[in-house]
């Protein structure tokens, strides 16, 4: 028995899909043009799509699992289980208006023709608001639409903001904020469930040493209680002598939120030589 996950077979979500199976252990040969392949050493069979029909096929048990963006998740409405979300492929999807154009508030999009590749998510954000607009759906090139006639304002995708500027356009309602997510089909069986719950572990394990880093510093002793009180650690910090009279090295994890502010604390409470190394895998 195999697990099958669908993954989009090119584009944004891709290759960081590809990639979070590689760090989770699971080589899959991934040929050009393939839209097919198994994993060498995972009970996984692996289908390239198009992303928007990912939730569907998970629906109808085609495949067992997927990884799709959390605004198509949402955008498709079908009855599927969100069992991680997975930290990449991060956007929103915002409504945007020509550069020049006024903007008080959404109020102002009323009547306005709105061009967008997300009708459902658009239409219950305007039902919120009770504005009715004339939402126009179009399969992509969306930020194209004001400038060519074809809409006053658009319901898009938006990262670093390069399209939008681009094509003369300004940001003013973020509606939902994405990331990629790992879906599953709701009735997997027993066995199914056990190898999604085998590969939740390894990528929830990926995922926790993504966001620690292994820290390790020079201190001297009479300074090593201070020290020790501002590291957190997975138990408590490993201290061992330097060769060195008086001095200690000391271990630690650190999670990246914090990591900046304890790093100046520790300089400043005379920690010395602090090395920062990237971790693999992390298990708890
Ligand atoms: N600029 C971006 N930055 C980060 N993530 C993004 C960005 N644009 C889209 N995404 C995320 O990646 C997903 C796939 O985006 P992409 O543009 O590759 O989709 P697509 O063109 O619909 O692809 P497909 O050919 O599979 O239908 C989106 O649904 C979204 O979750
Ligand atoms: O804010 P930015 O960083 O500019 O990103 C936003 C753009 O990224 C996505 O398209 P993508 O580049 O994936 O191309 P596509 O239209 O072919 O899907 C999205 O549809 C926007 O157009
Ligand atoms: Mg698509």
Known sequence: M??????????????DS???????????NNGVNKLKTEASNFPLEVFFLRDDDIPQYVEDGVADIGIVGENVIIEKARPVKIAEK??????????????????NGVKDMDKLRIATS??????????????????????????????????????????????????????VEVI??????????DNLTPEQEA????????????KKAKNNKYVLLNAPNDKLQEIISLLP???????????????????????????????????????QGILVVPIEKMII
Not at 18 to 28: R, S
Not at 90 to 97: D, F, H, Q, V
Not at 133 to 155: R, Y
Not at 233 to 256: C, D, F, I, Q, R
Request: aromatic content about 6%; hydrophobic content about 45%.
């Open 176 to 185: 939902l904020k994405s990331e990629a997510a790992l879906i599953s089909n």
């Open 233 to 271: 650690g997975m138990k408590s910090p490993t201290v061992l002598p330097l060769a060195e009279e008086g001095w200690s090295s000391v271990h630690s994890v650190l999670n990246e939120n914090a990591f900046w502010d304890i790093i100046e604390n520790l300089k400043a409470a005379g920690a």
């Open 86 to 103: 997975l930290g990449f492929g991060k956007c929103r999807l915002s409504l945007a208006i020509p550069k020049a154009a006024e903007y």
């Open 195 to 206: 190898l999604l719950q085998k590969l939740l572990f390894r990528i929830q394990s990926v």
């Open 18 to 28: 590809i990639k979070l199976l590689k760090e989770c252990g699971i080589d899959i």
């Open 118 to 171: 997300y009708p459902v998510i658009l239409q219950n954000f305007l039902n919120q608001h009770n504005i009715t607009a004339d939402i126009h759906e179009i399969s992509g090139s969306v930020e194209i639409a004001p400038g060519i006639g074809l809409a006053d304002a658009i319901c898009d995708l938006v990262s670093s903001g390069s399209t939008l500027f681009m094509n003369g356009l300004k940001e």
């Open 2 to 15: 195999k697990l099958r996950i669908a993954i989009q077979k090119s584009g944004r979500l891709h290759d």
